[in-house]
């Protein structure tokens, strides 16, 4: 069995993505910056854990 080799530059770049999250959203940026896709993600976050609370 043959062991493919390691692509150091797909590598390097999973490096730099680690920990970073991102949003798809269908919403315009006149209608919701960025920060507000984040706060509106963040609230729906709190309504949600709110049901498993207990």
């Known amino acids: 069995m043959e062991v ?27 209608a919701l910056s960025g920060t507000g896709v984040v706060a509106a993600d963040h609230s729906l976050f709190e309504v949600e854990a709110s049901f498993f609370d207990g």
């Open 4 to 30: 493919p080799e390691r692509d150091y530059e797909a590598a390097d770049t999973d490096e730099h993505l680690f920990g970073l999250r991102g949003y798809v959203t269908n919403t315009s940026m006149k």
